[in-house]
Nanobody, 113 residues
Framework: QVQLVESGGGLVQAGGSLRLSCAAS????????MGWYRQAPGKQRELVAI???????NYLDSVKGRFTISRDNAKNTVYLQMNSLKPEDTAVYYC???????WGQGTQVTVSS
């Protein structure tokens, strides 16, 4: 069973930055896609950013220019650098690997105004 373990969440003021990490228990090259999702209270889980094995990235419109997804294949880790954070970015952030569908346990990000 593959494990994805997120870290790096926390409480930050609006305008601040956080970097989330997702460490995988096996080579992330085995995943065609790795991504970050988030779920705010009372809302559906949404895709924030995705990166392919080849390094192609895609972002939710509301985070473009502020968030950057990257990967370190040697460390089996995917990162999400989040800058210029806004209160509306507050959510539990989940790491995801596909195929098939592996999820981390989530890490809370809270942005205060």
């Amino acid at each position: 069973q593959v494990q994805l373990v997120e870290s790096g969440g926390g409480l930050v003021q609006a305008g601040g930055s956080l970097r989330l990490s997702c460490a995988a228990s096996r080579s992330i090259l085995s995943f065609n896609f790795m991504g970050w999702y988030r779920q705010a209270p009372g809302k559906q889980r949404e895709l924030v950013a995705i990166i392919t094995t080849g390094g192609t990235t895609n972002y939710l419109d509301s985070v473009k220019g502020r968030f950057t997804i990257s990967r370190d294949n040697a460390k089996n880790t995917v990162y999400l650098q989040m800058n210029s954070l806004k209160p509306e970015d507050t959510a539990v952030y989940y790491c995801h690997g596909k195929p098939p569908d592996y999820w981390g346990q989530g890490t809370q990000v809270t942005v205060s105004s």
